[in-house]
């Protein structure tokens, strides 16, 4: 089969692509449109280095035709904050060493987004269990832990003193 148009969109920007319908949607995010945070680490749903959140669930990218992803809303790490502006998990990660090589880690900081957005309150088991998908050769996991735990309360708290 031919390219088509696909429309999706994308950290909140409608976009239009040219691509055959198997293109991975991770080609399609860095190749096409120059969104380069979700990372290519092995292509084959193992290492989460290429996560991003579509319609509210972490996916590897890796896994998704761009077909299938035709119509949906897709965040990547560039949509959840801004280096002016950073996402409460994207100050943690730099306050607390959450990375060393970073490869992982735009991955690792979409993943714990959704995570939580679904458990606000996560015990330190909880995250661990909510990252299995998410590979690092080099960190021992321990700082991202302790990073996304910082997260979690900071965000709580800033909910807190809103309400
Ligand atoms: S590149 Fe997608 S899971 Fe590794
Ligand atoms: S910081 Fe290097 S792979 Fe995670």
Redesign the pocket.
């Known amino acids: 089969m031919g390219k088509q148009h696909y429309q999706i969109t994308v950290n909140g920007e409608a976009r239009d692509v040219l691509a055959e319908p198997r293109e991975l949607l ?1 080609h399609t995010l860095r190749e096409q449109l120059s969104i380069t945070g ?14 991003v959140d579509i319609d509210g669930r972490s996916v ?4 998704v035709f761009i077909a299938q992803a035709a119509g949906r809303e897709i965040t990547t790490v560039e949509g959840l904050g801004t280096p002016d502006a950073m996402h409460p998990l994207q100050e943690a990660f730099r306050e607390h060493h959450g990375l060393q090589c970073g490869y992982c880690t735009p ?1 690792m900081i979409t993943r714990a987004y959704r995570l939580l957005q679904e458990n606000p309150s996560p015990t330190e088991e909880e995250v661990r269990f909510g990252i299995a ?1 998410n ?1 690092c050769r080099c960190t021992g996991y321990q700082n991202i832990v302790k990073a996304i735990l910082a997260a979690a309360a900071e965000m709580n708290a800033a909910k807190e003193a809103a309400e």
């Open positions: 991770i979700p990372h290519i680490g092995c292509e084959t749903s193992h290492c989460g280095a290429c996560t590897k990218s890796c896994t991955g998908g590979l």
